[in-house]
């Protein structure tokens, strides 16, 4: 499975460190949505889904997590660490998240805003759908 990573800018000196995303120049879709997901307990996992349309960029910008990645014919674990890594989960791969370490946050750019009918949360439909569409 192909994923795709990015490493953004950052400026760092005695004052910290900044890090900055541009929506079409450094990822590959225009930012219609952002949001963040932090308290997860470790024993948790999340998503368990997969999109229609919908791209986004996953950041762990605090701590760790990792993402499971799913494209219907191959599965794959990464690690997310660090705030200027960024993993793309592309429409069509059904995802969970877990492992995150206590203050854990991951934030999420979306390439579209929140729209519940985007998402396939049932992983039989999900393979009927990949199994569909690569017809
Ligand atoms: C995804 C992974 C990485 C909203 O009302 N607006 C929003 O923009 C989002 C993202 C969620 N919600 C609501 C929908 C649910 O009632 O927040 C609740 C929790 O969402 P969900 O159970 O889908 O959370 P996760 O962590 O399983 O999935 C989220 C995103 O929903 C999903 O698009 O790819 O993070």
Avoid at 73 to 78: K, M
Avoid at 90 to 111: I, K, Q, R
């Amino acid at each position: 499975m192909e994923n795709r990573y990015f490493s953004f800018n950052n400026r760092q000196d005695a004052a910290g460190k900044l890090i900055f995303i541009e929506g079409e120049q450094d990822i590959p879709f225009a930012i219609a949505r952002v949001y963040y997901i932090c308290d997860v307990p470790g024993d948790v996992r999340r998503g368990f889904h997969a999109h229609k349309t919908l791209r986004q960029v996953l950041i762990c910008a605090q701590g760790s997590c990792r993402i499971l990645l799913d494209n219907g014919r191959e599965r794959e674990t990464v690690k997310l660490e660090g705030p200027t890594r960024g993993l793309l989960v592309d429409a069509g791969v059904w995802h969970e998240m877990y492992d995150f370490t206590p203050g854990a946050v991951l934030l999420v750019l979306a390439s579209e805003h929140y729209d519940e009918s985007d998402y396939i949360r049932d992983y039989d439909v999900f393979k009927a759908y990949r199994k569909e569409n690569e017809k």
